[in-house]
């Protein structure tokens, strides 16, 4: 079973900067892709960034070029540095271990682990 905590989601203005951060104790990150995703009310849950064992990653078209997925493997630690955030980014915001394959690399499916999220709410 693996653990996985999200941390770092908080309140900001909109054009600011937040750090989400995804620990898993005792879990080789460099092992399965990992991934963010974010649930906004409303809607359904949505991939983000997804980061692979040899740290390539992929962006969904809504964060490219304002989000970056990395991670620490010595720490256990996945991030997401979040920049110009929007008010359409607020959502509570999950980190996945993908599991399986059998869906596109977004899809929630693929993904057997979750943190329990943090919340995300960016005010204009």
């Known amino acids: 079973q693996v653990q996985l905590v999200e941390s770092g989601g908080g309140s900001v203005q909109a054009g600011g900067s937040l750090r989400l951060s995804c620990a898993a104790p005792?879990?080789?990150?460099?092992?399965?892709?990992m991934g963010w995703f974010r649930r906004a009310p409303g809607k359904e849950r949505e991939g983000v960034a997804v980061?692979?064992?040899?740290?390539?990653?992929l962006y969904a078209d809504s964060v490219r070029g304002r989000f970056t997925i990395s991670k620490d493997n010595a720490k256990n630690t996945m991030y997401l540095h979040m920049s110009n955030l929007k008010p359409e980014d607020t959502a509570m915001y999950y980190c996945?271990?993908?599991?399986?394959?059998?869906?596109?690399?977004?899809?929630?499916?693929?993904?057997?682990?979750w943190g329990p999220g943090t919340q995300v709410t960016v005010s204009s």
């Open positions: 005792g879990y080789t990150f460099s092992t399965y892709p």
């Open positions: 980061i692979f064992s040899d740290d390539s990653t």
């Open positions: 996945a271990v993908r599991t399986a394959s059998g869906y596109s690399i977004f899809h929630p499916r693929n993904y057997g682990y």
